[in-house]
């Protein structure tokens, strides 16, 4: 309808694996759907290796002021986002006035968001994975099953190096996302049955999303 359309992407769990440069995480196109490659005029990106509330707000926050400056969203944006980058959204929305204007920009106009597989409420694997790093006592088969799910070994890998994460899980994605907004949002959800690994039937109670 004439409105300019900005796509947030979802986790990248390579991110956790090699921490991507500044450049790559800025070029990344290949994480939305062709469908959205062709009609989005702008993108929000940033690394799962950096905390929501930190570093990626700050990255997030360079890139649109860009968007503010040549006047993308005057007419108004519609935000499109998948899985965390739902939360990402949640967060930046909360608080672009604020950040936008103290520097010296006026804040992006967001008529409305449509969430994907959105994770604002977080994911029961994100708790899961968290327990895994910092517990001694995670019977190995769970540990197993974690790491053939998200691609990570965990008996290697650190706490300090879950990224975003550690803002996954149930508690605190729900805490950054806590704030209320006058901005329509349209929420698609789904159930599992179309997932090939079944490893997460261990994991997760309930349908898959």
Not at 32 to 47: N, P, R, V
Not at 77 to 100: N, P
């Amino acid at each position: 309808a004439g409105h300019n359309v900005i796509f947030i992407h979802g986790f990248v769990i390579d991110d956790l694996l090699k921490n991507p440069s500044e450049k790559e995480v800025l070029e990344r196109r290949d994480f939305a759907a062709d469908f959205w490659m062709k009609h989005a005029e702008g993108f929000l990106t940033w690394s799962a290796a950096d905390r929501i509330e930190t570093d990626i707000a700050k990255f997030v926050v360079r890139q649109a002021k860009v968007y503010s400056a040549n006047g993308l969203c005057d007419m108004g944006c519609v935000l499109v986002t998948h899985s965390t980058g739902d939360l990402v959204a949640r967060h930046f929305l909360a608080h672009q006035k604020e950040w936008l204007r103290n520097e010296g920009y006026e804040p992006l106009k967001i008529i409305a968001t449509l969430d994907f597989g959105g994770a604002g409420g977080g994911t029961d694997l994100a708790d899961k994975a968290n327990w895994a790093v910092n517990s001694k006592w995670v019977p190995y088969p769970i540990k197993l099953a974690l790491g053939a799910v998200l691609g990570l070994d965990f008996d290697i890998f650190d706490y300090k190096e879950l990224g975003a994460l550690q803002d996954l899980t149930t508690s605190k994605a729900r805490s950054i996302a806590n704030w209320p907004n006058d901005i329509p949002r349209l929420r698609f959800s789904g159930s599992g049955k179309v997932l090939k690994n079944r490893l997460t039937k261990l994991l997760i109670d309930g349908a898959d999303d």
